[in-house]
């Protein structure tokens, strides 16, 4: 079965520096790889997405992630944190045999002032 | 444009209640989906509905039942609440036959079983 590992609880970043958030995937045959984000008392919002092609996938509000082959990970990134970044952060990958995706157990980001 | 919308936001049960979460979209979707939100769990998906007129199982589909009355609506039936299933529940719906894999979330709806 697809899967998908984020292996932080949570990330702690000061405003103005770059953030990573990691994820690490198991598929059988191509993966499709998606970030979602949650901001308190709302649903998820579709950041990026990773079908085909280029490997450095550039999404939403300045994120961007760089899916890695030889490494099964799509980490999710940001050259410059915003306090407005602070939220829940969910990779996914879609499952086989029907449009439907399978999540990860979320990191929590905090941008410190 | 209201995209998914979600009912009701709050309820608490008590032990043995039933009850119905409704769920409606407006994009004309052909996909729609119920998840489950727990601490450390992630998002677990309960039942979905490839189109208008079929529901399947997903991940952790004991103690639910689904309706798809019609392109729009999806419901999620509780018939007898249990504690576990205090959560926070989410619909999503996705156009079906794309590979973008881009669900549209409503609000949620959170569930206390007392």
Redesign the interface.
Known sequence: AQSVAQPE?QVNVAEGNPLTVKCTYSVSGNP?L?W?VQYP??????LL?Y?TGDNLVKGSYGFEAEFNKSQTSFHLKKPSALVSDSALY?C?V?DTG?????????TRLLVSP | NAG?TQTPKFQVLKTGQSMTLQCAQDMNHN?M?W?RQDP??????IY?S?SEGTTDK?EVPNGYNVSRLNKREFSLRLESAAPSQTSVY?C?S?V?G???????????SRLTVL
């Open positions: 609880d499709y998606f979602y008392n709302r649903g998820l919002q579709f997405k079908i969910f996914a879609r029907f449009q439907k995706l399978v999540f990860g157990t979320g | 998914v996909s989906y998840y450390g769990m992630g998002l677990r998906l979905y490839a997903g989410f999503a996705s079906e794309t590979n973008t894999g881009e669900l549209f979330f409503g609000e949620g």
